[in-house]
């Protein structure tokens, strides 16, 4: 149950804004965009194939248009995936093909925090739980974006659960 409510909170990891419309909109292009909206509404139906053939729309239009955000954010998403279908060994190429790309990058704070976010998940579930909560200090501390922040401190609280921490963890979950 815990593991369901943190993925279906950290999964969504994709910076959304509205138009004047109050449609969700992405940022990244407008070329771009529709796949990882796609990716997302498929996901969030627990439609995880149609959010994978979305993805690979995604990285497809990413490699041909040569822009690294638009890979690093696909690549993010399809790490997602795999983590909310429980699959971290097929999660963790996509993770670190997006570490690869943000180190030739020349600045992504978002990018990066996310991948601290995903680093913490995929140690969480290796049970290399202190390691998890150093990335998540980590990513909080890299980007001060609010979704992201409240996405880390939802996972905060998972990891101090698990150190049996209850009360940090409830503090956690309550902000």
Request: aromatic share 10%; glycine share 4%.
């Amino acid at each position: 149950m815990l593991w369901t409510l943190g993925l279906m909170l950290l999964c969504p990891m994709i910076s959304f804004g509205q138009d004047s419309l109050g449609q969700e909109t992405f940022q990244i292009h407008p070329d771009f965009d529709p796949f990882i909206i796609d990716a997302r509404s498929y996901k969030n139906q627990d439609k995880m194939i149609k959010a994978l053939e979305a993805l690979k729309n995604a990285a497809s239009w990413a490699e041909e248009n040569e822009n690294t955000k638009a890979a690093i954010i696909t690549d993010h998403m399809f790490a997602q995936v795999y983590l909310e279908m429980r699959k971290p060994e097929q999660a963790r190429p996509y993770f670190d093909k997006s570490y690869q790309l943000l180190d030739n990058m020349e600045e992504f704070p978002y990018g990066e925090a996310l991948n601290h976010l995903l680093e913490a998940q995929l140690f969480l579930e290796g049970g290399f739980v202190q390691n998890a909560l150093q990335l998540v200090d980590l990513a909080k501390n890299s980007n001060n974006d609010r979704n992201l922040l409240n996405r880390a401190t939802l996972l905060e609280g998972i990891i101090l659960r698990r150190l049996s921490k209850t009360d940090s963890s409830i503090t956690r979950f309550n902000a």
